[in-house]
């Protein structure tokens, strides 16, 4: 019941990626065409596994639990980012996906954390204001 | 006029690597700057990690996705360049 800061704002962060995810893709679904969509929901979509992955290297790298090799753990980092840099460029080389669709779709993360900030901010000052 | 148009391409794919190479290079640093002030806030206290591992977690997202900005525009400006062919043809 009492979270504390951070696991709220995670919790938030990752609720807020995933709701900005889906209201982004229905938009460009419903109004941008195909490639436009498309991109948002392909960057998107990286931008947010790439988030989940992240907390998962993190959490390895600096809480090894029993058996935690840090070579793996170096490994999958590096091995996530060249598989998103190759989505990425195979995305853009072969006109998949509309450029500008891609760079709002791989806004979402940074748009999400915005927005658990703000929730969070708002949470302070409606506790203070009590 | 096909020497402009060429010299057009080389500046972009120049900016291209330049623009990679200095967002590689800032945020390398920046991501050192978080990882080791998180590392000797883990080391002093070993009981945060996992609130320190949190809020890591946000820092290092928003400096990756810079990097991955930078990454978009690189390919773009080499490989999908939206004014590419306009620029081409009217270069001749």
Known sequence: MNESLEERLIK????????????????????????????????????????????????????????????????????????????????????????????????VVVAGIFIALILELKYVFSKEAR | MEATALSFFIAAVTAAGFGMAIAAFGCGIAQGIGLRAAVEGIARNPEASGKITTTMLIGLAMIESLAIYALVVALILIFAHPQAGAIAALLG
Do not use: E
């Open chain 1, 12 to 107: 938030n962060v990752v609720w807020a990626n995933w709701a900005i995810f889906a209201l982004a893709s229905c938009i460009g679904l419903y109004m941008a065409p195909g490639p436009f969509a498309m991109g948002i929901i392909c960057g998107g979509l990286i931008t947010v596994v790439n988030f989940h992955l992240l907390s998962r290297t993190l959490q390895n790298a600096l809480d090894p639990g029993p058996g935690t090799n840090h070579r793996v753990v170096v490994a999958k980092y590096y091995l996530r980012f060249f598989v998103s840099g190759l989505l990425i460029f195979g995305l853009l080389l072969f006109r998949i996906v509309h450029p500008i669709g891609l760079f709002v779709g791989l806004s």
